[in-house]
């Protein structure tokens, strides 16, 4: 259980209140330090390790409700629970101490009961927040998860410019048809895996799966320094890499695998789109299509990789590519020019 | 008792933190409070009204911890009542405190 050996903090000014907080909080089988006002209690819990503060609000050099506008203020000491511990009259100082974020308020002298309770109650709520966190990393990415910590979750969205990708597997229908369930389900954990490691690995963020294609988005929701230049780089990663399962798979005496990647920049409308309580992360748009139709066009064009005309200016030489001529898309008023960009098995 | 001590506050505190770390506790406090006092006089030498205001908060505190309560409800005077004319105020703390002190080590050692 996390409530058990916790390493908490104990803040207070006066030696007697922080000698009998220190001692309630280890017989209560947790690890303790003590800090004696808040400018060393910050310099301790920066130092890391700490799942929990207990913190008085009158203190000399800097008070409680400082540490707890220092503590939202800090990425990495805003999730841990605070415990307030005061005998400050009035219900201002509660109010005060709640909307700066504290998880509960104790009335000093403490009565060792309560305390344990709250104490016990925080450190729950505190793994519930870590383990949420570690699932929305999970499912939504960490870039998605970070900007979520950051900016917050709110629906709604902005216009920003972007590369979009997608891709998927072809003829992955014959391929599910030849092999047993178990073994369709591996392939695309497999591939996932290999096509998660390339797009991470240029700072791009997969958005969407289904079934056999995924979507992602370059420069959003964190900017990337050259969103056209790192999704064709990570779409020739993603080639190379399905080189290598291929070579694998021909070995075990199964088929090669083939990808096709749509690749298309311009603004795109980011945002969480769904309700409050399910939402996602999502990119729509002219910019978004095109890329979907570049990806589908693979097939017809036999090529594996083709940008839109956006992309390959932004490219400006640095990766070989080979001009298609304009393809009039549905959806699309004009003609696109498309490009085809050169693979090793095409070069 | 004229320091008049909570029995049953003190030996709450003894059954949940240890007589023997009471007996630390009270001790500590014996060592901590001229300081606090004499923050006291000197926040009030200077007309600090919020530097006064802390250190009898500090007190009551404390005093309520081992349930003295008469020095505990005296202290919580001259934190509420703003900065007095006189020292009277804390002279008569003092004077409780000389009281509160030997009472409660007593108290501790059983």
């Not at chain 1, 415990?83 to 308020?105: K, M």
């Not at chain 1, 902005?158 to 998927?168: Q, S």
């Not at chain 2, 001259?78 to 004319?85: D, R, T, Y």
């Amino acid at each position: 259980m996390a409530e058990r050996g916790a390493r908490l903090l104990v803040v207070d000014d006066n030696k007697v209140n922080r000698l009998l907080l220190a001692r309630n909080v280890t017989l209560q089988g947790h690890q303790v330090e003590t800090a004696e006002n808040g400018r060393i209690a910050l310099e301790m819990l920066r130092r890391g390790g700490f799942d929990l503060l207990v913190l008085d609000i009158e203190m000399p050099d800097m008070d409680g409700f400082q540490v707890m506008e220092q503590l939202a203020a800090d990425k990495a000491l805003r999730d841990i629970p605070v415990i307030v511990t005061s005998s400050l009259e009035g219900v201002a100082t509660i109010v005060r101490c709640i909307e700066l974020g504290a998880d509960d308020y104790l009335h000093k002298p403490v009565n060792p009961v309560l305390l344990k309770a709250r104490i016990g109650s925080s450190l729950e709520k505190k793994r519930l927040r870590d383990q949420q966190k570690a699932l929305v990393e999970r499912f939504a990415t960490s870039a998605v998860a970070a900007d979520l910590q950051q900016s917050g979750f709110a629906l709604g969205g902005k216009r920003v410019p972007a590369t979009v990708m997608f891709c998927d597997i072809r003829g992955f229908t014959t391929i599910v048809e030849s092999q047993g369930p178990e073994e369709t389900i591996e392939l695309l954990n497999t591939w996932y895996t290999l096509m998660f490691e390339a797009i991470t690995a240029q700072s791009g963020v997969v958005n969407q799966m289904v079934g056999d294609g995924l979507m992602a988005i370059f420069g959003a929701p964190l900017p990337v320094a050259e969103p056209p230049l790192a999704a064709v780089r990570a779409a020739l990663e993603m080639t190379e890499m399905i080189d290598l399962l291929n070579a694998e798979r021909a070995a075990e005496g199964k088929t090669a695998l083939a990808i096709g990647v749509g690749i298309a920049t311009g603004d795109v409308i980011a945002g969480y789109t769904g309700t409050q309580e399910r939402a996602t992360y999502t990119c729509v748009g002219d910019t978004v299509n095109l890329a979907a139709r570049l990806e589908a066009h693979t097939k017809l064009a036999v090529r594996g990789i083709l940008v839109d005309g956006a992309t390959h200016a932004a490219l400006a030489g640095r990766v070989a590519s080979e001009p298609l001529g304009a393809v009039q898309f549905k959806g699309k008023a004009q003609p696109v020019d498309v490009f085809a960009i050169a693979t090793a098995r095409s070069a | 008792m004229p320091a008049s001590i909570d029995r049953a506050v003190f030996s709450e505190l003894q059954q949940t933190a240890g007589a023997d770390f009471v007996i630390e506790l009270v001790d500590t406090f014996a060592e901590e409070a001229p300081a606090m006092f004499a923050e006291l006089r000197s926040a009030h030498a200077a007309a600090a009204a919020e530097r006064f205001r802390r250190a009898a908060h500090s007190l009551k505190t404390n005093a309520n911890t081992f349930g003295a309560t008469a020095l505990g409800t005296k202290a919580r005077e001259l934190e509420l009542g703003g900065l007095p004319a006189d020292a009277s105020g804390i002279d008569a703390l003092q004077a409780l405190f000389d009281m509160t002190a030997p009472a409660l080590k007593e108290l501790a050692r059983g």
